[in-house]
């Protein structure tokens, strides 16, 4: 059974004006998206800074996304590291804290060969008893999960079930899918690719959109699992021009502009990230005019 179908969104981090965890703003985020179409909760991704957190106040979110959503939807947690100690211990955290899934990003910055990324697979894989979903983004990481070793760590590894795949190449998604023979979940990490990847046997998207968009991400994986493959295919184009604004900076810079747009404050970007640009604020209001989630 797969950890879910459908929208997971990659959700944001609230900060106060001090840049500390707003827990009370994360919970009313969580009540939205449980009442809002979403279909799972993926918290401590790219989205969600964590990069920028400690290792406690990483796992805190974790557990009380965990507690809050008390079952109304699978809880993924992002629990990836370039030290593959370090996310192994994340990672059996996580899954002892009751999370529904792992997501795993390759190793960044030092990364790693194709043998190194199957060790660091199995490795976390033995030790955190949790599905693990695999996060697949070299743009950011510098490191390409190639389809033969995806493969490789699939056939070793019986508890990681699924891959993020977020390279844009959809020749190597195929080739995935291909090589895996029905053994391996697809989750689409661009919201541009949707229905795409849905057409190449995905499961749904970890996705940047659903935060300001919920019921129409969620809409986009439903149309087509109904068999309504059209109104999928005109929901993605129709989103396009806002997904474009939602990436115009380094994410989550715009989408966080966005939630601000649409009266949800949560709070300032952790440094390096900055605030989005006036000229790029004003494209993506436009963007947001023309979808229809602002006025």
């Known amino acids: 059974m797969s950890i879910f179908t459908g929208s997971g969104v990659a959700i944001v981090t609230p900060f106060d004006v001090n840049e500390s965890i707003d827990y009370d703003k994360l919970d009313r985020l969580i009540d939205y998206h449980c009442s809002h179409g979403t279909d799972s909760i993926v918290i401590c ?44 211990a994340m990672s059996k955290a996580a899954a002892e804290y009751g999370a529904d899934g792992l997501l795993v990003v390759t190793p960044y910055y030092n990364k790693a060969t194709q043998a190194g990324l199957v060790e660091h697979y199995r490795a976390i894989a033995k030790e955190a008893k949790a599905p693990i979903i695999m996060y697949s983004v070299a743009s950011r990481t510098g490191c390409n999960l190639e389809p033969a070793t995806v493969a490789k760590i699939v056939k070793e590894a019986d508890n990681v079930v699924a ?18 023979d029905g053994k391996l ?25 659903a935060n300001v968009a919920p019921q129409e991400t969620h809409d986009i994986c439903a149309k087509f699992f109904e068999g309504n493959v059209k109104g999928s295919m005109e929901l993605q184009l129709k989103a396009i021009p806002l997904i474009e604004q939602l990436f115009c900076e380094v994410n989550p810079i715009p989408v966080k502009a966005a939630m601000k747009l649409m009266g949800v404050d949560c709070g300032p970007l952790r440094m390096p990230l900055t605030q989005i640009t006036p000229q790029n604020e004003e494209k993506l209001k436009k963007a947001m005019k023309d979808f229809g989630i602002i006025e």
Request: proline letters at 2%; one cysteine or more.
């Open 185 to 209: 979940d697809l989750y689409s990490g661009n919201d541009d690719q949707i229905v795409p990847l849905l057409s190449l046997g995905g499961k749904g998207v970890i996705s940047v959109l």
């Open 45 to 88: 991704g790219t989205t969600g800074e964590s990069a920028t957190m400690t290792k406690e106040e990483h796992l805190e979110c974790i557990k009380f996304t965990i507690d809050r959503v008390k079952g109304r939807l699978p809880v993924v947690a992002g629990t990836g590291s370039n030290c593959t100690k370090t996310a192994i």
């Open 163 to 180: 891959i993020k795949e977020a390279s844009g190449n959809i020749s190597q998604v195929a080739k995935i899918m291909n090589l895996t």
